[in-house]
C-alpha cells in the first residue's frame, strides 16, 4: 500500500526529476554544491565552456563556484528515476505547459511531427521560433541567455530581407523601409539610415500622440452623441406637441380649409420622420465610430507593448491612418435654433385670417416647418469651407436702375451719369441705385462682392419688395438686410434701423447664407476672414442678393462700382 502511495506521489512530482538542460528525466544524476541536480553529462557540458573564463555556475540559479566542484553521483535520486522509469507507462512530459500551432500562430521550429507547438518566443541570433518547451536552454545555457528574444508575432520569415537574406535591423530614412545591414553598402548607400530600435523609439512618441487624438476623439464623438439623444429627444417631444396644439386650432377652422390642416400636419409628420431618420443615421454612425475608435485605441495599446521594432514599425503604419468615417461631421452636433412653436404659431394666425391661407400664409408655414431639424451641418471656419456653398449668381437687368450700368456679364453695377434705357419692367428700382439678381436662395450659400469708390451696400431680399416708394432702399424695410460699406466703416440696417459695425477695412466683401438656420453673415476679406455682423432670423421666403450705390452725388465722378466676384 506504502509502495502505491510512492508510485502515485513520484507520477505527480515527475517534472522535478528533469534536467533543465536537456528537459528530459535525469541521466546519471549529480547535485552541485547550491543543491540543484543536472544529468552528469548535461552540467559536465556547461562547464566545459566556461572553462576559459575561469569561474563556473549553476545553470539555475546562477551561483558561482571559483573551483570546479567534484561531481557526485545521487544514488538516492538515481534510485527515484530508475523505478519511476520501470513503473511509468508513458515518459514524463516537459513542465512547460504548450499548444499546438493554429492558422494563424507562429510554429516551433524545433518541433518534430505534423503538427508542431505554437512558438512563444523567437530567437535574433538564431534565427528560429520555439515553443516553451524548446525554449528552455536559452534560459539557462549561458552562451545561448546571450541571444536577443522577442515574442513570435509574425514568423521570422518576414523579418529578413529578401535579397541577402539576413535579419532587417536597420531603417532607411530616405526610402522609409526596413532593410538588412548588407543593404546599407548595397542600393541603399549613402542613404540617411538609423537602427529599427531607434527608429522604433521616435514612432512609439508618434504612437502616443496618435493614441491620445483617438481617446480624445472618442470622448468628443460620445459628447456629441449625448447631446444628438437629448436633442432628438426634445425634438420628438416638440413635434408630438406642435401636431397637438395645430389639430385643436384646425377644429376651429370651417371646411374650406380642412384640407390645408390636413396637408399641414402631413407636412410636419414628413418632416419629423425625414428629421428622426437623419438622426438615427447619424447616432448609428456615431455609435459605431466611437466603437472603431475604441477598437483602435486598444490595438494602440497592444502595439505599445510590443517589443518586436520590426512588427511594431509594420504595424504601426497601418494603425496610423485615420480610422474616421468621411461622412460624419468634423465637428459637434449643433442643435437646432428653432422648434415646431414657430409653426403652431403661424397656425393661430389662420384663426384670424382665413381667407389669405392659400395665398400668404400656407407658404410660410411650409417653409419655417421645412427649417426645424435636429441634426445641422457644422457652420465654415475658413474661406476653403465657405467655398463649397459658392453659387453663380447674376444681376437681373430687369431690376436695375436706369442709372446703373450692368456688365456684359451681368456680375458688375457701376454708377452712371448717363441714363440708360433699359425698357419699363414692374421690377425695375426707380429712385434708388440698387439692383437685385436673378437668382432666389433658399439653402446654404456663400458669395463674395468687391466694391470700389461710394457707399456700397451687399444686402439680400424678398422677391416681392417695392420697387418705387421711398422705403424701397435695402435695409430699410421688412424684406431686406443690408451691409453698408464705405470708406468710414461699416453699419448693418433692416426694417429702418441701423447698427455701426466694426471690423478691418476691406473692399472685398463675403457673404454667408444659412436658410434653414436663419443666419445671414457678412465677412471682410483680407488674408483673413473677420466675421463683421451675423443676422439670426426666420426667413419665410427665397432671397435674392442685392447691390446698391448711394452719396454719389459726393463723389467728384462717377464710376464708383460693386461687382460679383466669380467663384466658380
Known sequence: MAGRRLERGMDLDQS?????VCLDLLKEPVTIPCGHNYCKSCIVGCWEQEVQRGKYSCPQCREEFSQRPV?????????VVKKLKRTSTQQASPPAAVTCAGPSDVACDFCSGTKPNKATMSCLNCLASYCPTHLRPHYSVPVLKKHQLVSATVPLQEKMCTKHNKLMEVFCQTDKTCICYLCIIDEHKGHSTVSAAAERAEEQKQLTVSQKKVQQRE??????LNKLIQALKEYKSCCGTAVRTSDKLFDGLIASIKKKRTLVKQLMKNQEKTAV??????QLKLEDEISKLRRRDSELEQLSHVDDNIHFIQTFRSLSASCESPDLPPDPVVRPQHSFEAVTGCVSDLWGHVEKLLTDTWPRISVTASAVDVVMPPVPKTREEFLRYCCRLTLDVNSAYI???????????????NKNYYGSHSDRFTGIQQVLCREGLSGRC????IWSGCTCSVAVSYKDISRSSTDSEFGNNKKSWSLDCSQQGYSFRHNMRSKTVSGPQSSKIGVYLDYRAGTLSFYSISDTMTLLHKENTTFTQPLYPGLGMKDVLSWSSSGSYAELIKLL
Open 403 to 417: 442709372y446703373l450700368s450692368l456688365s456684359q456679364d451681368n456680375r458688375r453695377a457701376t454708377s452712371s451719369s
Open 277 to 282: 431618420a437623419k438622426a438615427e443615421e447619424l
Open 219 to 224: 470622448k468628443e464623438r460620445k459628447k456629441e
Open 16 to 20: 522535478q526529476l528533469c534536467c533543465s
Open 446 to 449: 456663400y458669395w463674395e462682392v
Open 71 to 79: 561531481l557526485r553521483r545521487n544514488n538516492m535520486l538515481a534510485e
